[in-house]
């Protein structure tokens, strides 16, 4: 495999257009939460099927463009605009424009790519129509899609959505759907529209502290300035004997004295909040935070309707001094971040609606 630093890949634009829903949908203003709106980035995503040297295919390309169509129109929201109303809440018109849809070749082989779990944003980005742009938020469209056929047959299915609309779970099941209709098949799974289930109570009521929401320290030379010292891609393979070790020295204390092992997620989280606290240079009184996307959907009672169509994520906010975090045993990073986690519960998310609702 080619490392980083010597790959190359040329990709070239053939066609953009915009894919409307197969029929005519909803038109009107659709309410976003308030769990949405502090959303305000964009994820990139890219999907690559090996073409086992069968060449280019340009049916596979209509068969994703056709089903697309057919899947905006359940997830109508897709294809309209976010907009920004006179409260100064976003929300969706559902214009049905649709959806920006990019194809493009590379006389690459697929194998150019080498291995896309490692995140090289210099090949990556060049199989997704990015945004970078727009200068708000509001032009971003809500979703976005390239497909690169390589020469060998294979293809990468890029997608960029606006997390505003959705987090992953909800992307997952329109992909899900797509892939159904792609495949001709009845979809999977359909999406519940109504966000009003996570509406703000009346009145709206704060039981919690919410740290997750507190504005950043903007103080100058608090952190290293990636200007100077440019932040660098990479990933880590942690092995099972690995794993093993972390959770031996870990071990979660219980409120009756006893003790559980922690999971995978609770010491990889520990581990590289440490150590990008020290890579940071962050002063030792300075507090230092780990917040992590928790699913919402299950914590609620009863849970979310199945298919639920939006964020239905909340933060949790492990924090602690960085000379804490640094000079104690790995045992209380672990522990801080179990807590953190333990603590989403249907009662902190309505709280952190409510929250958003004074605060905004």
Same mark, same amino acid.
């Given at each position: 495999?080619?490392?980083?630093?010597?790959?190359? /890949?040329?990709?070239?634009?053939?066609?953009?257009?915009?894919v409307s829903p197969a029929r005519e &949908?909803?038109?009107?203003?659709? +309410?976003?939460?308030? /769990?949405?709106?502090?959303?305000?980035?964009?994820?990139?995503?890219?999907?690559?099927?090996?073409?086992?040297?069968?060449?280019?295919?340009?049916?596979?390309?209509? &068969?994703?463009?056709?089903?697309?169509?057919?899947?905006?129109?359940?997830?109508?929201?897709? =294809?309209?605009? /976010?907009? !920004?109303?006179?409260?100064?809440? !976003?929300?969706?018109?559902?214009?049905?424009?649709?959806?920006?849809?990019?194809?493009?070749?590379?006389?690459?082989?697929?194998?150019?790519?080498?291995?896309?779990?490692?995140?090289?944003?210099?090949? /990556?980005?060049?199989?997704?129509?990015?945004?970078?742009?727009?200068?708000?938020?509001l032009e971003v469209p809500l979703l976005? @899609?390239?497909?690169?056929?390589?020469?060998?047959?294979?293809?990468?299915?890029?997608?960029?959505?606006?997390?505003?609309?959705?987090?992953?779970?909800?992307?997952?099941?329109?992909?899900?759907?797509?892939?159904?209709? *792609?495949?001709?098949?009845?979809?999977?799974?359909?999406?519940?529209?109504?966000?009003?289930?996570?509406? #703000?109570?009346?009145?709206?009521?704060?039981?919690?502290?919410?740290?997750?929401?507190?504005?950043?320290?903007?103080?100058?030379?608090? @952190?290293?300035?990636?200007? &100077?010292?440019?932040?660098?891609?990479?990933?880590?393979?942690?092995? #099972?004997? *690995?794993?093993?070790?972390?959770?031996?020295?870990?071990?979660? *204390?219980?409120?009756?004295?006893?003790? @559980?092992?922690?999971?995978?997620?609770?010491?990889?989280? *520990?581990?590289?909040?440490?150590?990008?606290?020290? =890579?940071?240079?962050?002063?030792?009184?300075? &507090?230092?935070?780990?917040?992590? +996307?928790?699913?919402?959907?299950?914590?609620?009672? #009863? #849970?979310?309707?199945?298919?639920?169509?939006?964020?239905?994520?909340?933060?949790?906010? =492990?924090?602690?001094?960085?000379?804490?975090?640094?000079?104690?045993?790995?045992?209380? =990073?672990?522990?801080?971040?179990?807590?953190?986690?333990?603590?989403?519960?249907?009662?902190?998310?309505?709280?952190?609606?409510?929250?958003?609702?004074?605060?905004?």
């Amino acid at each position: 495999m080619r490392s980083q630093e010597t790959r190359k /890949l040329d990709v070239k634009i053939v066609n953009a257009v915009h894919v409307s829903p197969a029929r005519e &949908t909803f038109g009107g203003l659709y +309410a976003l939460s308030n /769990l949405d709106q502090t959303l305000t980035y964009v994820i990139e995503i890219v999907f690559a099927f090996n073409g086992e040297g069968r060449g280019r295919c340009s049916a596979a390309i209509e &068969t994703i463009r056709e089903s697309l169509a057919k899947a905006l129109v359940e997830f109508y929201p897709f =294809a309209g605009r /976010l907009v !920004m109303g006179i409260d100064g809440r !976003m929300a969706v018109r559902c214009t049905g424009e649709g959806v920006p849809f990019v194809e493009a070749t590379s006389e690459d082989d697929i194998a150019a790519l080498g291995d896309i779990s490692t995140i090289n944003p210099a090949i /990556l980005r060049k199989l997704v129509k990015h945004t970078d742009e727009a200068s708000t938020i509001l032009e971003v469209p809500l979703l976005s @899609v390239q497909v690169t056929t390589f020469k060998c047959g294979g293809i990468v299915v890029g997608i960029v959505m606006n997390h505003v609309l959705v987090d992953g779970k909800a992307l997952t099941d329109f992909i899900a759907c797509w892939n159904d209709l *792609a495949r001709a098949k009845p979809p999977s799974v359909l999406p519940f529209l109504d966000r009003s289930v996570l509406r #703000p109570r009346q009145p709206p009521r704060v039981d919690l502290p919410h740290h997750e929401y507190a504005l950043r320290d903007q103080r100058p030379g608090l @952190v290293v300035d990636p200007q &100077t010292k440019p932040l660098v891609y990479r990933s880590f393979c942690f092995k #099972p004997h *690995a794993l093993i070790q972390l959770k031996k020295a870990a071990r979660i *204390a219980t409120q009756n004295g006893s003790s @559980v092992v922690p999971t995978n997620f609770e010491v990889i989280s *520990a581990l590289v909040w440490i150590s990008r606290t020290k =890579a940071l240079g962050i002063a030792p009184h300075e &507090t230092t935070k780990l917040l992590t +996307a928790v699913d919402g959907r299950p914590k609620f009672d #009863p #849970p979310l309707p199945s298919g639920y169509f939006g964020n239905g994520i909340a933060l949790s906010c =492990a924090e602690c001094s960085a000379g804490e975090l640094t000079r104690k045993p790995f045992s209380f =990073a672990v522990q801080t971040v179990h807590e953190a986690l333990a603590s989403v519960t249907e009662s902190y998310i309505r709280s952190a609606i409510d929250h958003m609702e004074l605060n905004r």
